[in-house]
Every structure is written in C-alpha cells, then in structure tokens.
C-alpha cells in the first residue's frame, strides 16, 4: 500500500485516537498532513508535535489562542468550519478519517468527498442528515466511503466478493446499551453518570447516550440504508448483549455471514485504513470457548421508541431523518448537560418529528437539509 496521506477530523476524540493509535504502528503506511478537533487543545499540541501535520484546525479562536507559538515550526493553525474545510480538501489529504461527532461532520466530508480523498466513515451523523447528498456525491467523484462504525464495517466485509441479488437482509446487532436491564418504568431519574456505563463499549459521551436510548442503532439502520443501498425492510436489528458478532448478511440460499470480534475499534479504523488489504491488530484475539455463550434476542421496540421513530423517520425520506438526528443532538446536549431527564429525549424527538410532519421534498437540496437542520435544533432546545 503506498504512504496514505491522512487527515483525521476529530484526532482528539474516542474514535480520532485510536485512528492515531493504528496510524502511531504502521508509521511507513501514513503521513498525518491535518489533524482537526474542537477544544482539546492539550492532547492535540502532543498530537501535533508526535504527527508533524502541516495543518492543525480547532473549533474556536480560544482555543486557537491557546496554540499559538506552541505547534511545530510551520504548522498552518485554523479555525472553525473553514479550518475543517481546510484540513479536509487542502491539506494534501488522499484519506479523510470522518471522526467528528454530530452533523458538524457534514460539510468537511463533503469538502473531502470534492477534493477526491478516500473517506473513512465514522461520523454516521453526517449520513443521517444529507445521505442521499453524500452518496451521489461520492459516486459521481468515485470516492469510496470506507466505513469506520464497527456493524457497517462488519457488513462491508459480509458483502466482500457477493453478488448484490444476493442479498436478503443486513441483520445490525445492538447491545441493548447501559440501561438495557431495566424497564422502562426503570429509567425515570437515572442519571448522566449511569448512562454513560455502556456494557462493552468505551466510546465518546454523545453515541454512548445514543446507545442507551437506543438512537444508536436508529441512526445506524439509516446509515446502513445510504451505505448499503437496501431498503428499510431489508434492514433488521436483533438484540446481542455480548458485541461479539458486529452484524451479519442474511443472503438468499439462506447463509447467514458474521463478522465476529471482542469490542476494539482499532479494528474496524484499521480495515477501513487498509482495505482492501487486512492487517496483524494490536486487539485482543476472540476466544470464542472462553466467550461461551452467544445470545440474541428479538429488538422490543416499545422499550426501545426511539429505534421505531428511526425506521419511521427512514421511510418518510426527504428531510425526516435530518430532524430526527437534529432533535436528538440538541436534546442529548441538554441531556448531558442536566437540563432534562433521560426520558425526555424520546419525548423531544417525538414532539419534533410530528411538527415537522411529512416529509415536503423526497431529496431535498443540501440548503434545505440545513435549515431543517438548524431548525429542529432550535424546536429540541425550547421543548421542555
Ligand atoms: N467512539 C466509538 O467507539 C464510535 C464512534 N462512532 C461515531 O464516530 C463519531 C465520533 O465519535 P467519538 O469519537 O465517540 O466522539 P468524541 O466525542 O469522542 O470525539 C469527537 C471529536 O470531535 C471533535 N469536535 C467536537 N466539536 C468540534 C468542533 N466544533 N470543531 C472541531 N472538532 C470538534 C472533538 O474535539 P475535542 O474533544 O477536542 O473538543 C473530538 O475530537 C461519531 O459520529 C460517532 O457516532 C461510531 C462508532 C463507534
Ligand atoms: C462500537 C460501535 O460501533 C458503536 O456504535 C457500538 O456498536 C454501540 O453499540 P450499541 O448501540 O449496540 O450499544
Ligand atoms: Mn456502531
């Protein structure tokens, strides 16, 4: 494989460390020519010394303030959207690594899909909200969206040498995430500190709520549907408590392909960085006798609401799954903040997914897709 000049965009978050982890054991492989984060501005000057990027963007003129005369000698120090931009399609980047959290992700994925540059998809988000626009883009520039998040990582590699026709069903597993014991009765007064106790997986704060209330796998059920290219009734979710199997392909002679492995994200980053080349892994090997039992139980989508307005969000089309993905980002922010209960994020989604009605437009323009966008936030942010 030749030296991949690599952009990480979010190199301080969950997902943008491990990237660097993978990238810090294969140094021959990659040349890091951007690194892109918000405020974190402590581990991104140790980032950029130990990387040497030409480009280093952070979220704010704060934080920008607090780099400044401290970045390697020749570092381009950027700021804000324009520096995402910037470190996405004009930093040299062949490979963008899309590790930002939220719809933030949209635009510099967009920016890198224009330039050309491979993309690594983590930022599942960005699919959510504009991916019938990411998808036709990234077509007609011939740019392959690698994906990064573990069950669309897994699938890919299902999928790998099939025949399209072949294709029943993708089958997404879910672990049921932090409060996945409990009733629904039971999550009246739990609190932040509780549901950010994912059982398997060590994440950022924002997917590990997402995974609790179980718009994870709601988000995911739509980014599959833009990365695979099925319809929503060809796309199930089935409870596994363990996040051993990261999902599976059900094809017509009635195979079922898995992709199995203990929960380490620097395997996925790794594929999606290598493909389709498969490298040695610093992750822990499966012992599937010391696992023993695998479980999977039928997804209860009256505990879990939040998954049905997904697929009610999905096949609505147009501008639904902006509004959703919109309303959940806000109010997990409250959330996450302690302005609201656990319980009122479903609630606020709901409120804001029937206000926003019918889909008006089945492929919407992207202008529209941001003022849904900006407009659910605002609904999400008011809503008690
Ligand atoms: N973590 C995981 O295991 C998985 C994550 N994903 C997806 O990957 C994406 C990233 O998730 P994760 O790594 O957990 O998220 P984190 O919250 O851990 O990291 C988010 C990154 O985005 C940066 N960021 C936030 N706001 C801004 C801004 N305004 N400008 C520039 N950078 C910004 C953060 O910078 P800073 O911290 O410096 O503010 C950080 O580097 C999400 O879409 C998530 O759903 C998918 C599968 C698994
Ligand atoms: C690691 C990863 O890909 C996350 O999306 C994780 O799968 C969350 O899992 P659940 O949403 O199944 O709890
Ligand atoms: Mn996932």
């Given at each position: 494989m030749p030296t991949r000049k690599i952009a990480v965009l979010g190199s301080t978050g969950s997902i943008g460390t491990q990237t660097l982890d993978v990238i810090a054991r294969d140094?021959?492989?990659?040349?890091?020519?951007a690194l892109a984060a918000g405020s974190n501005t402590e581990l991104l000057l140790k980032q950029a010394h130990q990387f040497r990027p030409g480009v280093v963007s952070v979220g704010s003129e704060e934080a920008a303030d607090k780099l400044r005369g401290l970045l390697p000698a020749g570092t381009k120090l950027l700021v804000g959207e324009e520096g995402l931009a910037e470190s996405a399609?004009?930093?040299?980047?062949?490979?963008?690594?899309?590790?930002?959290?939220?719809?933030?992700g949209l635009r510099s994925t967009l920016a890198a899909i224009d330039a050309g540059a491979a993309i690594g998809l983590a930022n599942k988000e960005t699919l959510v909200t504009a991916g019938h626009i990411v998808t036709k883009r990234a077509a007609v520039k011939g740019v392959r969206l690698l994906p990064i998040d573990s069950e669309h990582s897994a699938i890919f590699q299902c999928l790998n040498g099939e025949d399209d026709k072949a294709i029943k069903r993708l089958l997404i597993t879910a672990s049921?995430?932090?409060?996945?014991?409990?009733s629904r009765e039971e999550l009246?007064?739990?609190?932040v500190e509780d549901a950010l106790k994912h059982p398997n997986w060590s994440m950022g704060a924002k997917i590990t709520i997402d995974s609790a209330t179980m718009v994870n796998k709601g988000l995911e059920v739509i980014e599959a549907r833009w990365l695979f290219g099925l319809p929503y009734d060809r796309i199930d979710v089935v409870l596994h408590p363990?996040?051993?199997?990261?999902s599976m392909v059900e094809f017509t002679d009635t195979s079922v392909i898995a992709q199995l492995g203990n929960p380490d994200m620097r395997v996925p980053i790794q594929y999606a960085l290598t493909y389709p080349q498969r490298r040695p892994s610093p992750a822990s090997p499966l012992d599937l006798v010391k696992a023993g039992t695998l479980r999977f139980r039928e997804m209860d989508f009256a505990r879990y609401p939040c998954l049905r307005m997904a697929y009610e969000a999905g096949r609505a089309g147009g501008t639904a799954t902006t509004a959703f993905n919109a309303a959940n980002e806000a109010a997990v922010a409250r959330f996450l903040r302690g302005?609201?209960?656990?319980l009122a994020i479903e609630e606020i989604i709901e409120r804001v997914l029937d206000k926003h009605g019918a889909a008006a437009v089945a492929l919407p323009d992207l202008e529209t897709i941001l003022e849904t966008d900006a407009w659910a936030r605002r609904e999400a942010s008011v809503l008690k």
């Open positions: 140094p021959e492989s990659y040349e890091v020519v399609a004009g930093s040299g980047a062949d490979y963008v690594v899309c590790a930002l959290v939220g719809a933030l049921g995430g932090s409060f996945r014991d409990r009246v007064g739990v609190t363990e996040s051993i199997v990261h302005e609201i209960s656990f």
